[in-house]
């Protein structure tokens, strides 16, 4: 026979795929998150109390990705109605998609797909070269670099550099650019482990390390000649031996050419 009847159509629960932070790194730094599957809301965006979800416990899950790899996968729904994951960037910059997958959701699902910006590691395009100055003769160090929006710190070893006088008798300038200036510096600023830290977007690229040599200031017996370009930052002049032939106060002239025998 035939009949009628009503067909009654409720909210129903909806798998959701969401990520600790939106955003990684395509290095090996800041190169990971952490994803989730949950079953928490319903069609019509209600929460749920895990308490009411017991028989989802155990549902099995599984994570996929694009531009990334899924490690530490819980297998299974877990009794706070929630699957965690982590997704790691394989180094290539772009927008990665996680999928979770449980029973018969479609991969074309967009609310259990999650978005990932894999932002690009700055890129350094001339490294910090070594300098050997004259004690009392700027030494500067340069590094250049492309990213978006790029941030500068200098280091010596470990020791992340500020601007401002050292306890050695040196001057810092430019900890935080792109151009860092030893100003003054004496033996006791020699060093093969300065470098510099860039990021882009929370991304991180360290600079090879590079090394300032200093030779200690002659002032017995010097003899020779020189010429150079005196600076607010850098007024003192030597010869090759670095010998001091002159001293500009104040200082800022002109370039500037001396003798001493």
Known sequence: GSGTGILLAGNWLQLRAGA??????????????????????????????????????????????????????????????IATATFTSNGTAGTATVNARVDNVPLSDVLAQRSITVNALPVINNQPPARAVCSGNEAIFTVNASGASL???????????????????????????????????????????????IIDNGCPVFSN???????????????????????????????????????VQPSGGAPVSGNLS
């Open 151 to 197: 941030t500068y710190n200098w280091f010596r070893g470990a020791t992340q550099l500020n601007d401002g006088p050292t306890i050695s008798g040196s001057i810092i300038a430019g900890a935080t650019t792109a151009t860092l200036s030893i100003q003054n510096p004496g033996t006791a600023d020699i060093g093969t482990n300065y470098n510099v830290r």
């Open 20 to 81: 600790s932070s939106s955003a990684v790194c395509s290095g090996n730094t800041n190169n990971s998150t952490t994803v989730t599957a949950v079953f928490l809301q319903n069609s019509a965006g209600i929460g749920i109390d895990a308490a009411n979800l017991s028989a989802l416990a155990r549902i099995p899950v599984t994570f996929s990705a694009t531009l990334g790899n899924i490690s530490n996968a819980e297998p299974s729904i877990q009794a706070n109605g």
């Open 209 to 247: 390390f590079t090394q300032l040599s200093v030779a200690p200031l002659q002032l017995l017996n010097a003899s020779g000649s020189a010429f150079h370009n005196i600076t607010a930052t850098d007024f003192t002049m030597n010869d090759a031996s670095c010998a001091r032939i002159a001293l």
